[in-house]
């Protein structure tokens, strides 16, 4: 696996439990190699990044971990973001203090443990409490070869989507007018950046978001081929402001994104591409409402041309990335 994707792979398989934290990654020129648990990972690591196999011998850590629920009843998984983890559990404090003292002997990097314990306000964020560590919720986190400032107190973030973000960059053609409705720090619309001589706008409600997203564009300004300009608004009426025609727009807000389909629609050009993530149910996918919304809020004709589980977001739901094509 290339290097710059080697971060993102680490934190998607040690969530999964796909990774063998008994050995020790490593380097070798352009590409570093992953110690899995068994090859039916393999099947796993394909939805997000491309591989290949490799037969190598690891050098094995000076202790060896058990899984943290072998540990701590009731805590498998926890988020690392930079030198912060992030546990999400409402179990008592006791409880989870013990587990953040296990993720900081098992991970010497991590500086700070929380525990979310709920999502507030209009800007998503979590609800932290400090486990373990410096009470400093600011981190830098690597992704595909950028570099972003994150505080996990003041925007949403998810680390697992750094194999969406390089997917759908990789989908974009050079010359591509692109939005990103609900950029966060920025993630889809710097990695599309990288990767493309494109142009990109990044929006998002949160003042902290789009001064972060600003930000991380200055510090990867020699790592991108494309420009990105990023704006403070409320993109359910994005439509009266901009008055321009996008070939691509990402609209990353499961829990809400049907609501701006109307904006998106009337931003779309004919012939470009939607990517809307929702939440679907994992054993039947209820597309129906989608399509009514579609058929109420779209003037262009529209073809649904792929619907692709991203992540799991409860035990009857999933992320779902659906690709409308106008």
Known sequence: ?????GNNAINILKEMGLLNQDLRPRKEGNYLLIPIVNEKSLNEIGKFFPFEICN???EEYKFKSKKLNAIIEGISSYLIIGKIAIINYKGNLEI???AASEIARINPNIESVYAKIDTEGEFRVPKLILLYGKDNTLTLYKENGLIFYVDIKKVYFNPRLGGEHNRIADMVKDGEFVLDMFTGVGGFALNIAKKRISRVIGV???PYAISLASMNAKINKKTLKGETFFIRSDSMNLDNIIKTKFDRIIMNHPTGSLSFLRAACNLIKNQGNIHLYTLLDNKKQNLNIILDQLKVNC??????SQVRRVLDYSPKQSIY???IKI
């Open 204 to 206: 998002d409600l949160n």
């Open 1 to 5: 696996m290339y290097k710059e994707l």
């Open 56 to 58: 190598e011998l690891f």
């Open 96 to 98: 989870l203090r013990k």
């Open 321 to 323: 990335e659906i690709n």
């Open 299 to 304: 003037n262009y004709s529209f073809e649904i």
